[in-house]
């Protein structure tokens, strides 16, 4: 077998536990967003439990990224292709790590009443679900089209983050009793917006091992 096929084997071995990575952290933050939804300590105990696998496979390949560039003689593609790679996987740990910030927001409210039945939280973390499937599928599939339409979305969550905002504002204003709770539901909101902007930089890296072009999304 050649060298370059063996490369290659080694760059689509590279690519599947970039999906598989997704895969896990998008499972965290459906389990983070049903622990709080629910109170469900125990789901939100296996979402810290479980970052340990999200880091994991981040070190896997990072190194597997820097023993290719250290062992074969990549093309400027192949180089493109493995620096994306790097910056991809570091922004799905980061993801994971913002699942974690909202299952520890479960543990501390465990014994609260909440203030109401949560709405914009649910519905933005499916609205994040779907965007790290599509965007690692614009990823996978190249598609520049896919990838800017996941990164419009991102002003969906910017407007649903802000209702949470002035909601739990208001609740705040009525009754200071229930400040810690509403400061709390702000500060998942506010996670749940940052995955977002962490999916968006996926896009512009998408984007970006297509065309070379390094462009902000995040304007």
């Given at each position: 077998m050649s060298a370059r096929k063996v490369f290659e084997m080694e760059l689509n071995e590279l690519h599947n536990h970039i999906l598989r990575m997704g895969s896990v952290v998008e499972k965290q933050i459906h389990l983070c967003i049903k622990s709080l939804a629910e109170q469900n300590v125990e789901l939100a105990e296996e979402v810290i439990k479980n970052d340990d696998i999200v880091d994991k496979l981040m070190k896997e390949i990072?190194?597997?990224?820097?023993?290719?560039?250290?062992?074969?003689?990549?093309?400027?593609?192949?180089?493109?292709?493995?620096?994306?790679?790097?910056?991809?996987?570091?922004?799905?740990?980061?993801?994971?790590?913002?699942?974690?910030?909202?299952?520890?927001?479960?543990?501390?409210?465990?014994?609260?009443?909440?203030?109401?039945?949560?709405?914009?939280i649910p519905e933005m973390g499916e609205i994040v679900s779907a965007m790290i499937r599509d965007g690692l599928d614009a990823y996978v599939e190249r598609d520049l089209e896919k990838a800017y339409e996941v990164s419009r979305r991102d002003d969906i969550i910017d407007k649903l983050y802000k209702n949470i905002f002035i909601e739990m504002i208001s609740v705040m204003t009525k009754d200071n009793?229930?400040?810690?709770?509403?400061?709390?539901?702000?500060?998942?909101?506010?996670?749940?917006?940052?995955?977002?902007?962490?999916?968006?930089?996926?896009c512009e890296w998408t984007i970006y091992i297509v065309t070379g072009d390094q462009i902000d999304l995040n304007e």
């Open positions: 990072e190194n597997k990224s820097i023993k290719l560039i250290a062992m074969q003689q990549p093309i400027a593609t192949d180089l493109r292709f493995i620096f994306t790679c790097i910056n991809l996987v570091t922004d799905l740990e980061r993801m994971a790590d913002h699942a974690v910030d909202i299952a520890k927001i479960t543990r501390r409210l465990k014994d609260e009443v909440y203030i109401k039945q949560l709405v914009f009793t229930k400040i810690e709770q509403a400061t709390q539901f702000i500060l998942a909101g506010k996670f749940l917006e940052r995955i977002a902007d962490h999916v968006t930089n996926i």
